[in-house]
């Protein structure tokens, strides 16, 4: 079995940062990416910053220039550090990886995490 454990959301103000964290904890052989997505209510789930297993990254956008997104490759664990809150960045986040499995070494599969609330309020 594999989990991803999320951990660092809560209530601030716009323009504060916040950081999440991820862990990823099982049978793993091998972790090709993890990123996070969102989602608001009413609205479908977002990519928002992916990072793979050579530190190449990718961000939404809407993002850019206030996220920023690492992994300590030794731990299987992922940040995401947020910076400039906006009001529209709230929503639930969650974390998504891609990896193989010890015991199916040649089957990528995609894990996520239960989400974690993030909401920007004055």
């Known amino acids: 079995q594999v989990q991803l454990v999320e951990s660092g959301g809560g209530l601030v103000q716009p323009g504060e940062s916040l950081t999440l964290s991820c862990a990823a904890s099982g049978n793993i052989l091998r972790i090709y990416s993890m990123g996070w997505y969102r989602q608001a209510p009413g609205k479908e789930r977002e990519s928002v910053a992916r990072i793979n297993n050579i530190g190449d990254t990718n961000y939404a956008d809407s993002v850019k220039g206030r996220f920023t997104i690492t992994s300590d490759t030794a731990k299987n664990t992922v940040y995401l550090q947020m910076g400039s809150l906006k009001f529209e960045d709230t929503a639930v986040y969650f974390c998504?990886?891609?990896?193989?499995?010890?015991?199916?070494?040649?089957?990528?599969?995609?894990?996520w995490g239960q989400g974690t609330q993030v909401t920007v309020s004055s």
């Open positions: 998504h990886a891609e990896l193989v499995r010890t015991t199916t070494p040649n089957i990528h599969n995609n894990y």
